[in-house]
């Protein structure tokens, strides 16, 4: 698993008390223009650049997911290293699917719709696992709520450890075939990458983490997303894990 993901399992994020407290201050809803209109013009997908820079200063590939959805935990436990060895960032985008389906018409549960290509789903979810050296347990609940977690990301998408909690987190969903809906479970993913869990569930349960991710969502459907893992690299949208190279490739401008 480690020669495939070099970043699992994590490395703790190291900070001092202090550090902790103040990057869980940290979560709440961003107020750029960016990501507080929750109606945005489609024509700013078109731009040359919709996924800004990265802290660090690197160009930076937006990944949207739910934790709810299968081949999302497939990709995201592979871009980030994807995206450094082509010299860029990640913009985590977690969103809530539901509504997004809901506003598109499509069923809560596409994948899985039609029994026999439900079948089919879980045996090729497997085999992906396996050929990425993944673990995989089919989960013995589905859908599983990931609000919790995609709260503590949605309001703090530039901490340091979001990358890692949300590795953490899929990992405990798809991996371990842990309930990601408890605070328990999300607490021992918080610990996990190094961050206080009691701060970081009380800030997301909190109405400005609420609109975060609500706005988040509203911006998903905005830009014409209908499914996850989404990335948009470059003002173009690649859907699905078996794009992940090709928006890899288009973001760091080699397509």
């Given at each position: 698993?480690?020669?495939?993901?070099?970043?699992w399992?994590?490395?703790?994020?190291?900070?001092?008390?202090?550090?902790?407290?103040?990057?869980?201050?940290?979560?709440?809803?961003?107020?750029?223009?960016?990501?507080?209109?929750p109606?945005?013009?489609?024509s700013?997908?078109n731009?040359?650049n919709?996924?800004?820079?990265?802290?660090?200063?690197l160009?930076?590939?937006e990944?949207?997911?739910?934790?709810?959805?299968?081949?999302?935990?497939l990709?995201?436990?592979?871009?980030?290293?994807?995206?450094?060895?082509?010299?860029?960032?990640?913009a985590?985008?977690?969103?809530?699917?539901?509504?997004?389906f809901?506003?598109?018409g499509?069923?809560?549960?596409?994948?899985?719709?039609?029994?026999?290509?439900?079948?089919?789903?879980?045996?090729?979810?497997?085999r992906?696992?396996?050929?990425?050296g993944?673990?995989?347990?089919?989960?013995?609940?589905?859908?599983?709520?990931?609000?919790?977690?995609?709260?503590?990301?949605?309001?703090?998408?530039?901490?340091?450890?979001t990358?890692?909690?949300c590795?953490a987190?899929?990992?405990?969903?798809?991996?371990?075939?842990?309930?990601?809906?408890?605070?328990?479970?999300?607490?021992?993913a918080?610990?996990?990458v190094?961050i206080?869990?009691?701060?970081?569930?009380?800030?997301?349960g909190?109405?400005?983490?609420?609109?975060?991710?609500?706005?988040?969502?509203?911006?998903?459907?905005?830009?014409?997303?209908?499914?996850?893992?989404?990335?948009?690299?470059r003002?173009?949208?690649?859907w699905?894990?078996?794009?992940?190279d090709d928006?890899i490739?288009?973001?760091?401008?080699?397509q």
């Amino acid at each position: 698993l480690r020669s495939c993901c070099p970043h699992w399992p994590p490395t703790p994020f190291t900070a001092t008390d202090s550090r902790r407290s103040a990057l869980a201050d940290r979560i709440q809803p961003r107020h750029d223009a960016h990501h507080s209109d929750p109606t945005p013009e489609i024509s700013r997908l078109n731009q040359a650049n919709t996924t800004d820079l990265s802290p660090g200063g690197l160009p930076r590939i937006e990944f949207w997911f739910d934790f709810a959805s299968p081949y999302s935990y497939l990709a995201a436990m592979r871009i980030e290293q994807a995206a450094q060895q082509a010299g860029l960032g990640v913009a985590w985008k977690p969103m809530l699917l539901g509504p997004v389906f809901k506003s598109l018409g499509i069923p809560p549960l596409p994948l899985f719709a039609i029994p026999q290509k439900g079948e089919y789903i879980w045996k090729d979810l497997a085999r992906q696992a396996d050929k990425f050296g993944l673990p995989w347990v089919q989960p013995s609940q589905f859908p599983r709520n990931g609000m919790l977690a995609e709260r503590i990301m949605a309001g703090d998408p530039d901490a340091p450890w979001t990358g890692a909690f949300c590795r953490a987190v899929f990992h405990r969903s798809w991996g371990l075939d842990q309930d990601i809906g408890t605070e328990e479970v999300i607490a021992d993913a918080l610990r996990e990458v190094g961050i206080d869990p009691g701060l970081a569930i009380a800030r997301a349960g909190q109405d400005a983490a609420k609109l975060a991710l609500r706005q988040q969502t509203e911006h998903a459907v905005a830009l014409g997303i209908f499914g996850a893992p989404m990335m948009i690299a470059r003002g173009e949208l690649f859907w699905g894990n078996d794009r992940l190279d090709d928006a890899i490739a288009h973001a760091a401008g080699k397509q």
